[in-house]
């Protein structure tokens, strides 16, 4: 090989990796932020069909259950605009597992202050556990754009 010829594949490599590295740089970043700001990939704990919600369980019976001291489940419901249930009080320093599913679109649930962040799809349940300790009131957002109410779509964790 010539040096010229060198010369010239050098140049071009020079050029290449910046444009390779360059979008490995950005998806480890947003890879990165993601779980910075802890958003959480809910874990697809089934499958359910949203036509046959009020005959599946636990979505047949949405509220929140006390399984054992300071352990809780909420079976939650999302449709436009509105989380059933959409008020839930727990003790605490509890742990409380969300089961939910969308009856219609897709929603997403965010709690205020609290790691909870899941997208909700219609056919698909999603599972996530988090814990709280201090008492107080936490907001249950949507933040998925589900139509013209979305920003009114709104529930309440009470923590006592
Ligand atoms: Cu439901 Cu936005």
């Known amino acids: 090989m010539g040096n010229n010829k060198f010369m010239h594949y050098a140049f071009e490599l020079a050029w290449i990796l910046p444009s390779v590295a360059v979008p490995v740089a950005i998806l480890v970043a ?16 089934g499958r359910v069909d949203p036509k046959a919600l009020s005959r599946t369980p636990p979505f047949d019976q949405p509220g929140v259950k006390e399984l054992a001291p300071g352990r809780y489940e909420v079976a939650m419901i999302a449709q436009v605009f509105a989380f059933t249930p959409g008020e839930i009080r727990v003790k605490a320093g509890s ?25 909700v799809v219609p056919g698909q349940i999603s599972r996530v556990t988090a814990k709280f300790d201090k008492p107080g009131e936490y907001l249950i957002l949507c933040h998925e754009y589900c139509g013209s109410g979305h920003h009114v779509m709104a529930g309440r964790l009470i923590v006592e």
């Open 30 to 45: 947003i890879t990165l932020t993601a779980f910075a700001v802890g958003i959480r990939v809910p874990d697809v704990a």
């Open 95 to 119: 742990e409380v597992t969300f089961e939910m599913t969308s009856r219609d679109v897709i929603h997403g649930v965010k709690i205020s202050n609290s790691p909870v962040n899941v997208m």
